[in-house]
């Protein structure tokens, strides 16, 4: 599906809210849908590819399917084994903490972890260290901001956090899986793109909304407004000498 497209969003967005339902149909369409966004600036085919917080493997199955040769690094059991086998060679480790020599990863992709971590920026920097000179680094992540960033208690997370969670579960009877300072921190896109841009190790090939279906590179340049309507923020880097 062309990317940025108006048919490709719905699908997304149908496909998400499938998920509770057919959490494979989605996933597997968000690593199709990811495995072409990386393909427009580096071949996934012969390629080292690092998947960092991979979740059950479904981006490095895909990564795999396209000939490249795919490693996923995830800490959380739960999440690796969820619903399927994971891939063949999974490693259980921490993404600030990599068992990687420096330089290791043509390719390092990590979709949707950095508001999951408390020091986003160490995070990152490891995610560089791990990647060639030359080589890309796939970062992307829902802002604090974004209508998603309560995760599944947005959009109540503008009323405040910890009244967000006890509404979900005063809803749903059960308690909700993300706990603000926990596991889900508020990251944003002004602040992210300052520190990527004030690095010497990267250069920013592309900044922009990755599900928005029209003008995704131009959201992301409107201080503010930009906090709101990024909805998922994506980071295209390349690793500098
Ligand atoms: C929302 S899921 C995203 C999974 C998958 N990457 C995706 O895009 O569907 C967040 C993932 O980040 C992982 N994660 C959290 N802290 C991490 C850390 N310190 N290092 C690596 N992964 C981490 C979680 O275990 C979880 O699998």
């Excluded at 496909?15 to 339902?21: H, K, V």
């Excluded at 080292?48 to 690094?73: I, K, M, N, P």
């Excluded at 891939?87 to 993404?95: L, N, Y």
């Amino acid at each position: 599906m062309k990317d940025p497209s108006l048919r490709r969003s719905v699908a997304l967005f149908r496909a998400f809210l499938r998920e509770p339902s057919d959490p494979r149909g989605f996933y597997e369409l968000l690593a199709r849908d990811a495995a072409n966004q990386v393909e427009r600036y580096e071949p996934l085919a012969g390629s080292v590819v690092v998947d960092v917080g991979g979740g059950g493997g479904h981006f490095t199955e895909e990564f795999r399917r396209r000939g490249a040769q795919s490693f996923l690094f995830e800490p959380d059991l739960d999440e690796l084994t969820a619903g399927h086998r994971p891939p063949e060679g999974a490693v259980v480790a921490d993404g600030y903490l990599l068992p990687l020599a420096d330089g290791s990863a043509d390719i390092c992709f990590c979709s949707n972890v950095l508001e999951h971590v408390e020091d986003p920026w160490t995070f990152l920097s490891e995610l560089i260290r791990v990647t060639r000179t030359g080589g890309l680094i796939y970062v992307s992540f829902t802002n604090w901001l974004s209508p998603w960033g309560g995760h599944e208690w947005a959009p109540w997370h503008y009323l405040g956090a910890e009244r967000a969670r006890r509404r979900y579960e005063r809803r749903t009877g059960h308690p909700a899986k993300h706990v603000l300072g926990e596991n889900l921190f508020p990251v944003h896109v002004g602040a992210t793109l300052r520190q990527v841009r004030a690095r010497d190790d990267v250069a920013v090939v592309s900044a922009r909304a990755r599900y928005w279906p029209f003008l995704p590179g131009l959201v992301t340049r409107v201080p503010l407004l930009r906090e709101f309507a990024t909805w998922n923020l994506l980071l295209i880097l390349r690793r500098c000498p």
